[in-house]
T-cell receptor
Framework: AQRVTQPEKLLSVFKGAPVELKCNYS??????LFWYVQYSRQRLQLLLR??SRESIKGFTADLNKGETSFHLKKPFAQEEDSAMYYC????????FGKGTKLSVKP | DTEVTQTPKHLVMGMTNKKSLKCEQH?????MYWYKQKAKKPPELMFV???????INESVPSRFSPECPNSSLLNLHLHALQPEDSALYLC????????????FGPGTRLTVT
């Protein structure tokens, strides 16, 4: 079965610090990987997908097939980055990890 | 219009009631989805419609009955629900089935009493 693992339930950093949200996936074929974000009282929305290889709101994520990882990174966290982040994998269906709550303190 | 809309925002229903959740999109998307999200948990896929045909049913109990009247609308009919069915029900749409970006609605908060 496809699995997406986000080992951290909660990640707390100070403003300006680097942040890395971890995501590992079970290997099966060619994965399509995504990061979705849910800000407080807002709908779930796409942040990044690995095939586009772009940076959104300063976040980047690199697919590492050797480590089966797709970690989300930002060099300098901002308070407005506080949100729930879900790593997702699609192979037909979109399967989400359990999510990591990022809290950026002033 | 680049939004997925859902009605109602909140719904309280008894275990013997029949109600429906509605979802609408006007982005020309051909795949639509229902998810269930419990508090502090990720969304769990329930149903997928692709080109107005039910393509995936993730072993959802028959008290949940989806319907796709046309390419813009998706309904979820509810009957004889249990208290444990209380959750946020999310609708999403995408260009097609598969690895496309999914656009999510704001959800319907359902409470079964």
């Amino acid at each position: 079965a496809q699995r997406v693992t986000q080992p951290e339930k909660l990640l707390s950093v100070f403003k300006g610090a680097p942040v890395e949200l971890k995501c590992n996936y079970s290997y099966s074929g060619s994965p399509e990987l995504f990061w979705y974000v849910q800000y407080s009282r807002q709908r779930l929305q796409l942040l990044l997908r690995h095939i586009s290889r772009e940076s959104i709101k300063g976040f980047t994520a690199d697919l590492n097939k050797g480590e089966t990882s797709f970690h989300l990174k930002k060099p300098f966290a901002q308070e407005e980055d506080s949100a729930m982040y879900y790593c997702g994998r699609s192979q037909g269906n979109l399967i989400f990890g359990k999510g990591t709550k990022l809290s950026v303190k002033p | 219009d680049t939004e997925v809309t859902q009605t109602p925002k909140h719904l309280v229903m008894g275990m013997t009631n029949k109600k429906s959740l509605k979802c609408e999109q006007h982005m020309g998307h051909r795949a639509m989805y229902w998810y269930k999200q419990k508090a502090k948990k990720p969304p769990e896929l329930m149903f997928v419609y692709s080109y107005e045909k039910l393509s995936i049913n993730e072993s959802v109990p028959s008290r949940f009955s989806p319907e796709c009247p046309n390419s813009s609308l998706l309904n979820l009919h509810l009957h004889a629900l249990q208290p444990e069915d209380s959750a946020l029900y999310l609708c999403a749409s995408s260009q097609g089935g598969g690895p496309y970006e999914q656009y999510f609605g704001p959800g319907t908060r359902l409470t079964v009493t």
